[in-house]
């Protein structure tokens, strides 16, 4: 090696651990706080004493240091889904909301929030069905789980069993929600006004009257309360 001339000052060897993080991972660094979220369970038979799936997600966002600002469960029932979204997606930056995601007569949640969403998010749905597929095979194809911004807020759509819940926060939302936070968050949302946040309705309040078919509100608003038929699949 060539000895530098006296005086000369030398370039240190790079140092791998200042080497700047990637967009994603400089992203989720900032992401690493305390999110907003809501829970929300869609079910004819289950009770918050019997939820095991919505009471699964209670429990891992607040070890996880999340702020839990709303949890309801209402009936499969277009009507009362929309209303109770529309509440979550004015106090919360997450809403996750879990069964009536496959395509028996029972399962109106899908459309319900595909009526609402202003920006898919079309990865979600597309990793969960991955994952699924890697447990239950071709079945995993009924599942029509939904995610995408509504106003303010990034609602997820799972299925209402505890082993597909689980897929879904511990293979894909679990280590992201602070990165979507940020995300959701950092540019503001168009047509989003900043504001402080309204009290949600108490448990078992009446809820606001949904748009009726041809005054808006998409196609949700004329599913209202749908036949009742066998029981459906959880799992989708």
Do not use: C
């Given at each position: ?5 006296p ?18 991972g ?10 907003r979220?809501?829970?929300?369970t ?5 009770t ?29 029932d ?103 936070a940020?995300e ?43 036949r ?9």
């Amino acid at each position: 090696m060539t000895d530098l001339p006296p005086g000369t000052p030398s370039t240190p060897a790079p140092d791998s651990a200042s080497t700047p993080l990637d967009s994603a991972g400089q992203h989720r660094k900032h992401g690493e706080r305390s999110v907003r979220v809501a829970v929300l369970t869609v079910s004819d038979t289950r009770t918050e004493e019997t939820d095991t799936s919505g009471q699964y997600l209670l429990s891992e966002l607040r070890a996880q240091g999340h702020e839990v600002v709303g949890y309801r469960v209402v009936k499969d029932d277009a009507v009362h889904i929309r209303s109770s979204l529309v509440a979550f997606a004015r106090e919360a930056t997450v809403v996750l909301s879990t069964g009536g995601t496959g395509i028996t007569g029972r399962d109106v949640t899908v459309p319900v929030v595909e009526s609402m969403i202003t920006k898919p998010i079309p990865g979600f749905g597309e990793l969960f069905r991955m994952l699924s597929y890697q447990q239950v095979g071709g079945a995993a194809m009924l599942s029509r789980a939904v995610a995408g911004l509504v106003r303010g807020s990034v609602v997820f759509a799972m299925p209402g069993s505890l082993n597909a819940v689980k897929t879904a926060w511990e293979g894909i939302l679990r280590d992201e929600i602070g990165h979507l936070a940020f995300e959701v968050e950092r540019h503001g949302q168009p047509g989003v006004l900043s504001a402080p946040p309204a009290p949600l309705p108490e448990a078992g309040a009446a809820l606001p009257p949904a748009p009726q078919p041809g005054a808006g509100g998409g196609v949700a608003a004329g599913l209202g309360r749908h036949r009742k038929g066998g029981q459906g699949n959880d799992r989708f």
